[in-house]
């Protein structure tokens, strides 16, 4: 199955988190969000990803997680061809992160993607940066959405610690009290 996403213009450079919920429902839609884990790499197949583990040149491998590859092809019927690329010397979390993180590039930046300004842009380190360009705010706020919804941290966040909880969602400590945040911002709210 394979839906069509398409992809809200980020105003003045700034953060689009309307078209990350928007990628995010389809998804949920889709059924990928029911249960924990949630299997970004299974998702990215079903897309039509293909998910490559590799190891990096020593020159790059502490500095980046991974990436997304696009080729456009006239050749066959899909007119792209997607690849990620993952770190294979990172920890398996951070590996998932990665995953995660690379498909939102693919649901939401895939006009940029495909254009000729598009860069491969490397994942770093941190998570939350507010000086990162705004594709990789969104990516980042894709894959912890996507990684732990909050529907289902909502269930059990009452009832375990940090650490059972970045075991149970497989992110890590630092996503899911991220996503505590988000959820209790969201529960006040309503
Ligand atoms: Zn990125």
């Not at 040149?57 to 066959?76: L, Q």
């Not at 951070?94 to 995953?99: A, M, P, S």
């Not at 610690?161 to 991220?178: H, N, P, Q, R, T």
């Amino acid at each position: 199955m394979f839906t069509r996403f398409s992809k809200p213009k980020p105003a003045s450079g700034r953060a689009n988190y309307l078209a990350v919920r928007s990628a995010i429902s389809k998804l949920r839609a889709d059924g990928y969000l029911s249960s924990v884990p949630v299997d970004p790499e299974k998702i990215a197949e079903d897309l039509g990803i293909e998910v490559v583990f590799a190891n990096f040149d020593d020159s790059v491998a502490d500095d980046i997680s991974g990436f997304i590859d696009f080729e456009v092809t006239n050749d066959n019927d899909s007119k792209f061809k997607a690849q990620i690329v993952v770190n294979s010397e990172t920890s398996v979390r951070r590996q998932l992160f990665t995953i995660a993180h690379e498909l939102g590039h693919f649901l939401m930046h895939r006009d940029w993607a495909e254009s000729e300004n598009y860069v491969v842009l490397p994942r770093s380190n941190n998570y939350f940066e507010s000086s990162k360009p705004a594709e990789e705010i969104e990516a980042d706020a894709f894959a912890a959405d996507l990684l732990v919804p909050l529907s289902e941290l909502e269930k059990v966040y009452k009832h375990y610690d940090l650490v059972e909880l970045a075991d149970l969602f497989m992110v890590s400590e630092e996503v899911i009290s991220y996503r505590i945040k988000a959820l209790k911002r969201y529960l006040s709210a309503y």
